[in-house]
């Protein structure tokens, strides 16, 4: 089997088995089989000497004596158990195995390194890939795969979308998983990597890369070991989908908390901001960072150039933006003479037709709507921040659906479509509005500094597409999954 069939078989086994699945609710290994079986419709086993049966399904004592093939073994049993039990999964033939089990190298202690020593030999004798230890594994909504512990009646998991989100920590990118659930993000493949005693993020990136569920990586990383390996996959990716990495551990002491919590050498964090440079990625500096630029690129085309246009109900706003954009590296270039007349024909006398285009309180969706197609189509401008106040008098309550509806059809006609972020500021009735155009497929924030650091995003983006000669190749595949979506 070739690494990425491996690979592959933590994604979508057609068996799993649990080994360490428990009778007891209360612990990890009852909620672990629980959570598995919800969904999940391959074969489950659970593996546990003292009982025949586990949640309505019949256990076995160990690997061995379970009748068919296992795709996948998920290990919760207590750290010094494991390693046999790993020899176990290799003389049965299983090549992946996820561990869940702490206690390992984490602890920095003599035993616990030896522990995950003897399972780092004993998988290579076999054959055997290890997702781990202490680690949450996978979660791959689209086959209902979750080998994750955790309470659903006090969490929500999301649905199967084409952001693939790979964490260092199982904790943290749980709660992401939470809160993706609760901001409707849709996630492709979730993969808790713990200790990495074997697989890593370069497994993952050269397997994702021709991952078609896949359009965007987004990573938690505290410490890369292999760095060369590293850049190189990062490397290939790149060119063919966004990876957006959240590097922990800027500060000094952020480095040596890393060390008690993965036991990763963390490095200088200068080295991992040139090296994400260099290669293609794009560094978010937080959670929200993170899926604010995952979602745009997830939604949106990577732009052509760097020339902002902003469309606004708000002055004030567009001046916020404005600042925001200019302090990213954007530009918000003045409009031509010629844009700037059709736009003064068509908005009201007190609109501002300038760059920010400022159609005012007064402004009506036709405003709107005129505007953004004069803005799209006037060739001086290579993504639009549109910022609508829904709740100014004017604007009605089907402007989205038509901003929508136009903007997708300008786009079909360009050679090379702009994107739209939008930046709605506001309380409940704004956020249900943004939340329904969002699902339509124009990402929505929260604040224009937020939208102005996804338009740069997308321009950063477009400019690594286009100085790798990769852009238009990405914008017609982009285009092709967008019209079938
Ligand atoms: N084969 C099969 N089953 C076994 C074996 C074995 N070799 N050994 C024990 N079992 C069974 C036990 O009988 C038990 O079942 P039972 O409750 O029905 O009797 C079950 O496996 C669990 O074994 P316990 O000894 O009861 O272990 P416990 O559940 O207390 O703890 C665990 C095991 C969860 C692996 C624990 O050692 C651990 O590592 N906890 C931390 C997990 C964690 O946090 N992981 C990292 C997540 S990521 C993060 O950042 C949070």
Redesign the pocket.
């Known amino acids: 089997m070739s690494n990425n069939e491996v690979i592959e078989k933590f994604f979508y086994p057609s068996s799993v088995a649990v080994?360490?699945a428990?009778?007891?609710p209360s612990?990890?290994?009852y909620q672990l089989l629980h959570n598995l079986i919800a969904k999940y419709r391959g074969k489950v086993y659970p593996?546990?000497?003292?009982?025949d049966e586990i949640l309505g399904i019949k256990a076995y004592p160990?690997v061995n004596s379970v009748p068919g093939t296992i795709d996948l073994a998920v290990i919760?049993?207590?750290?010094p158990?494991v390693p046999t039990?790993v020899e176990e999964c290799g003389l049965k033939g299983v090549k992946s195995v996820i561990i869940?089990?702490?206690?390992f190298k984490e602890l920095g202690t003599s035993e616990g390194i030896e522990f995950e020593k003897r399972i780092v030999s004993t998988a290579k004798r076999f054959g055997i890939r290890v997702i781990g230890p202490?680690?949450?594994g996978v979660y791959v909504p689209k086959v209902g795969l979750n080998t994750t512990f955790l309470n659903p009646e006090r969490m929500d998991f999301p649905n199967h979308g084409n952001i693939a989100f790979i964490s260092q920590?199982?904790?943290f990118g749980i709660a992401v998983l939470d809160w993706a659930a609760m901001r409707g993000i849709g996630i492709s493949k979730f993969v808790?990597l713990?200790n990495k005693c074997d697989v890593d993020e370069s497994d993952l990136l050269n397997y994702l890369v021709s991952d078609d569920d896949t359009q965007v990586i987004t990573m938690y990383v505290e410490g890369v070991e292999k760095g060369r390996e590293f850049a190189k996959s990062l490397r290939s990716v790149t060119t063919v989908k966004p990876v957006v990495i959240l590097k922990a551990g800027r500060s000094e002491e952020g480095v040596r908390a890393i060390a008690s919590h993965t036991g990763s050498l963390a490095g200088a964090d200068v080295v991992y901001d040139v090296v994400f440079r260099q290669f293609g990625a794009i560094r978010a500096m937080g959670m929200d960072e993170l899926f604010d630029i995952a979602l745009s690129l997830s939604l949106q085309p990577p732009a052509k150039g760097m020339n902002v246009g902003i469309l606004t109900v708000g002055g004030g706003s567009g001046v916020m933006a404005t600042d925001a954009a200019v302090s990213l590296g954007l530009k918000v270039p003045k409009l031509s003479d010629t844009t700037v007349s059709k736009l003064r024909k068509v908005l009201l006398p007190i609109a501002s037709p300038y760059n920010p285009v400022d159609v005012t309180g007064s402004a009506r969706d036709e405003h709107l709507l005129q505007a953004v197609e004069i803005l799209t189509r006037s060739g001086e401008v290579d993504i639009i921040i549109w910022i609508p106040y829904f709740m100014a008098p004017g604007i009605s309550k089907e402007l989205a659906k038509n901003f929508i509806t136009l903007i997708k059809s300008i786009n079909n006609e360009l050679d090379t479509p702009i994107p739209i972020v939008g930046a709605a500021t506001g309380g409940r009735h704004t956020a249900k509005l943004s939340t329904i155009i969002e699902n339509e497929g124009i990402p929505m924030y929260p604040s224009v500094e937020r939208a102005a650091k996804a338009a740069w995003a997308l321009c950063k983006y477009g400019q690594w597409l286009r100085d790798n000669g990769t852009f238009e190749e990405y914008i017609s595949k982009h285009m092709r999954s967008k019209a079938t979506n």
């Open positions: 080994v360490g428990s009778r007891e612990k990890v290994g593996i546990n000497p003292k009982v160990n919760s049993v207590p750290a158990a039990v869940i089990s702490a206690g202490n680690c949450m920590s199982g904790a808790s713990g």
